[in-house]
């Protein structure tokens, strides 16, 4: 059984800095890309990033603005989402996503979804 678990979310001030983590199992192949994608009360679930099984192909929302970076380590199964300079706008549900071969910023092609992590950002 395909297995994603993401974790790593919280309470934290505005500025800060969390590393939310996405678990990965059972997957007869590692050619996979991951993605992540949050939703805030009220809003519709929206892209954040997506990575590449080797990591060379990489894409941001462009409410990002170079504050969050994707990465993954294929020995460990888990990919891993960086966010710096949090901002109260930025508290939502954040969830992992898989999809065989290359990443999309479409959530409906993403076959598994891991349960999310809430991260809340407090002013």
């Known amino acids: 059984e395909v297995q994603l678990q993401a974790s790593g979310g919280g309470l934290v001030q505005a500025g800060g800095s969390l590393r939310l983590s996405c678990a990965a199992s059972g997957f007869t192949s590692d050619d996979y890309a991951i993605g992540w994608f949050r939703q805030a009360p009220g809003k519709e679930r929206e892209f954040v990033a997506s990575?590449?099984?080797?990591?060379?192909?990489?894409n941001y929302a462009t409410f990002v603005k170079g504050r969050f970076s994707i990465s993954r380590d294929n020995a460990k199964n888990t990919a891993y989402l960086q966010m710096n300079s949090l901002e109260p706008e930025d508290t939502a549900v954040y969830s992992c996503?898989?999809?065989?071969?290359?990443?999309?910023?479409?959530?409906?092609?993403?076959?598994?979804w891991g349960q999310g992590t809430l991260v809340t950002v407090s002013s």
């Open positions: 996503a898989a999809k065989d071969g290359l990443p999309s910023d479409y959530d409906l092609v993403y076959d598994f």
């Open positions: 990575i590449s099984r080797s990591q060379d192909i990489t």
